[in-house]
């Protein structure tokens, strides 16, 4: 189900994706519920609006054109929410794929996602779980603008994290799960 405004604006980019063109999703004061939300090929904008039990998928490899575009956006260009909804196979990447934004996760599950220049730097994060690789990103416990990220009971145990994963400005690491012989520190 889904209320709100969702659509496909012709002022969002469509570049030219094996034949085919990203298209543009976009998602603004738009309120989704229990709706299976495929990201391949997709540009994903989303402002002011709140996912509940919805289930974003992407393709295991993403596919590139040849001026190098994949599928990619932000689940938060402005404040979005999201509660008990599942990401399997998202590609967190600052360019190239998808950033968290402006965005606030409960509840939700991370399942078998590429974390590879994923930077969360204003996202929130509510009792998620995390299972699956994670390499090649930065958390933040406090937005460049000074936020205080609203950050606690995480689940990183069912996690594979690699050694390029950093944990910075004030992550509350004593708040989270973690896997065992991991110890996370603050790298700032």
């Given at each position: 189900m889904i209320t709100g405004t969702v659509s496909s604006p012709d002022s969002l980019p469509t570049p030219t994706i094996a034949g085919a063109s990203l298209?543009?999703?976009?998602?603004?004061?738009?309120?989704?519920?229990?709706?299976?939300?495929?990201?391949?090929?997709?540009?994903?904008?989303?402002?002011?609006?709140?996912?509940?039990?919805?289930?974003?998928?992407?393709?295991?490899?993403?596919?590139?054109?040849?001026?190098?575009?994949?599928?990619?956006?932000s689940f938060g260009n402005s404040p979005a929410v999201y509660r008990e909804c599942?990401?399997?196979?998202?590609?967190?990447?600052?360019?190239?794929?998808?950033?968290?934004?402006?965005?606030?996760?409960?509840?939700?599950?991370?399942?078998?996602?590429?974390?590879?220049?994923?930077?969360a730097y204003q996202a929130d994060l509510i009792d998620n779980t995390f299972v699956g690789r994670m390499n090649g990103c930065v958390w933040f416990g406090q937005s460049p603008t000074g936020r205080r990220n609203v950050i606690h009971g995480n689940d990183f145990s069912a996690a594979t994290l690699g050694d390029n994963v950093a944990w910075r400005g004030d992550f509350p690491l004593e708040d989270q799960r973690w896997p065992a012989c991991f110890t996370p520190l603050v790298d700032d």
């Open positions: 298209q543009a999703l976009y998602f603004f004061r738009a309120a989704v519920r229990d709706t299976e939300i495929a990201l391949n090929d997709t540009h994903l904008s989303v402002e002011w609006s709140e996912f509940d039990g919805c289930h974003f998928r992407q393709r295991a490899r993403p596919v590139l054109n040849e001026e190098g575009f994949a599928a990619q956006g599942t990401f399997e196979r998202v590609r967190f990447k600052q360019l190239g794929g998808f950033s968290m934004g402006q965005a606030r996760f409960e509840t939700c599950n991370f399942v078998n996602c590429r974390w590879e220049g994923n930077f």
